[in-house]
């Protein structure tokens, strides 16, 4: 694979940009491979990019039932943070943020990562109170935080109305290297360093089965043929339920759809990414000048990758006091993709009642940001068969013990 460079960029200028070869290669299933990952989001590319790097295991599959990066990671609002309040999320958070710092140089491409800063409003003061509890962890956890009154809110946030009837800014919870990525680039980048390892990406192909013999997974139906593999795993978000129903095994999961929109184009007006949990919703502006919008989930389960209107009114009318310039502003599109939820808002990396099988999910609303971390765990969970430090707390046996990592209470909105 030719790296990208300013050289090869001036060399393509010179010839009509004709030598460019395709980022990843076009596969067809062999009849078997060392590992096989479900999934070509963000985690399950991941994944196999560390089993590659870091582990030497680059006989592997991919498998795509559409085209990779098409479920969550390429829908999401794309908010890089680690200012969790338990210690195993903050250290999964953090591995991934600080592997985001320097994620374009590894993968010789460009994810656009811009830790512009980002802000959790305070405007309860029971949030003032949780927020300062945040502070206090993250610096024992090494995360580097810290709790801003409302007069530097209103410095980083010059639209931000801090004087709200009902909801005045009165500080918050501001981490500094947080900030955003180009989402569907994290996928490329990792598509484009897994094939030039030699894996295959095979899209269109759906899983549709998992074989298994005296308790050991031996491979996966898929739309294309059977697929041979001592090693397997499921990387699918929303659809976690149904293939781990294919592998025999039940997850304490939810799946709900959680929808985003964006406006029309304007000049730069907000630098910072910011979040307001009490009203839920959060805001960052694009480098294209949109203004990217979020909220909530639906509060019913459903399987629907689309927008809905009732979402617009109630995500708008949410963060209306506190930006009231949103009240005169376009909505472009929006959009919906279906995220899974545990219990207590934590992921699960965890080997699974199946031998060899392993599964990475329960990321929820808020997954975008841990996909480095999650693939350098996961893929060392795959390679030696047990969890690794980052991985250790997050098996699914957690919730059979009551050993839950509660993010709920933390994080209103948990993006
Ligand atoms: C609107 C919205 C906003 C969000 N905002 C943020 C945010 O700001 N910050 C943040 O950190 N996170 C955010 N998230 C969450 C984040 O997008 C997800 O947690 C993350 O992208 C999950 O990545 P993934 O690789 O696990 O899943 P996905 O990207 O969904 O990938 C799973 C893949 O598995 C494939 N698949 C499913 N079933 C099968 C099968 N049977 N066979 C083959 N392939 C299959 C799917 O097609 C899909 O491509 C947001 C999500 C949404 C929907």
């Known amino acids: 694979m030719t790296r990208y460079s300013a050289f090869a960029i001036a060399r393509e200028a010179l010839r009509n940009h004709q030598g460019w070869q ?13 590992a096989v990952i479900i999934g070509a989001g963000g985690h399950g590319l991941a994944t196999a990019y560390y089993l590659g790097r870091n582990h030497g295991i680059t006989n592997v599959a ?14 999401n609002t794309t908010i890089i943070r680690s200012n969790y309040l338990q210690d195993p999320s903050a250290a999964l958070y953090e591995k991934a943020r600080s592997l985001y710092e320097t994620l374009s140089q590894e993968l010789n491409y460009n994810v656009m990562f811009s830790p512009r800063g980002l802000l959790m409003l305070a405007q309860t003061h029971h949030e003032v109170r949780g927020y300062l509890r945040t502070v206090h962890a993250n610096m024992l ?7 801003i009154g409302p007069d530097r809110v209103k410095d980083l946030v010059p639209i931000i109305n801090i004087d709200g009837p009902r909801y005045p800014v009165l500080g918050a919870l501001y981490q500094a290297r947080g900030g955003t990525a180009r989402h569907d680039a994290v996928a490329w980048g990792y598509a484009r360093a897994c094939s030039a390892m030699g894996m295959d990406i095979i899209q269109q192909c759906e899983v549709t089965g998992v074989r298994a013999e005296h308790g050991k997974v031996t491979g996966v139906e898929t739309t294309k043929g059977f697929i041979a593999t001592p090693k397997l795993g499921i990387v699918v978000a929303g659809h976690s339920g149904q293939v781990a129903g294919m592998a025999g095994f039940r997850l304490p999961v939810e799946a ?10 304007i000049k730069p007006c907000m630098d910072v990414v910011v979040m307001a949990n009490t009203v839920h919703g959060y805001m960052s502006q694009s480098d294209k000048g949109e203004m990217v919008i979020g909220g909530g989930t639906d509060g019913f389960n459903n399987f629907t990758q689309r927008g809905s209107f009732h979402h617009i009114e109630e995500t708008l009318r949410a963060l209306i006091e506190t930006f009231p310039m949103i009240s ?16 207590d808002r934590s992921p699960i990396i965890s080997k699974t009642p199946l031998g060899n099988c392993f599964i990475n999910c329960g990321w929820g609303t808020g997954g975008f940001k841990a996909i480095p971390g999650s693939g350098w765990a996961m893929a060392e969970l795959m390679a030696k068969g047990e969890p690794g430090p980052l991985a250790a707390d997050f098996g699914m046996e957690r919730f059979r013990e009551g050993r839950f990592i509660d993010e709920s209470v933390a994080a209103g909105v948990a993006h």
């Open 22 to 34: 395709r980022a990843w290669a076009r596969a067809t299933p062999k009849a078997r491979y060392d």
């Open 141 to 147: 956890q090494g995360v580097q935080t810290e709790w």
């Open 62 to 75: 991919v498998i795509e039932k559409g085209w990779l990066g098409g479920g969550n990671t390429g829908r």
């Open 328 to 343: 005169r502003l376009k909505m472009l599109r929006q959009w919906g993709g279906i995220v899974d939820m545990t219990g």
């Open 256 to 265: 709900v759809a959680l929808q985003a929109l964006v406006s029309e184009p």
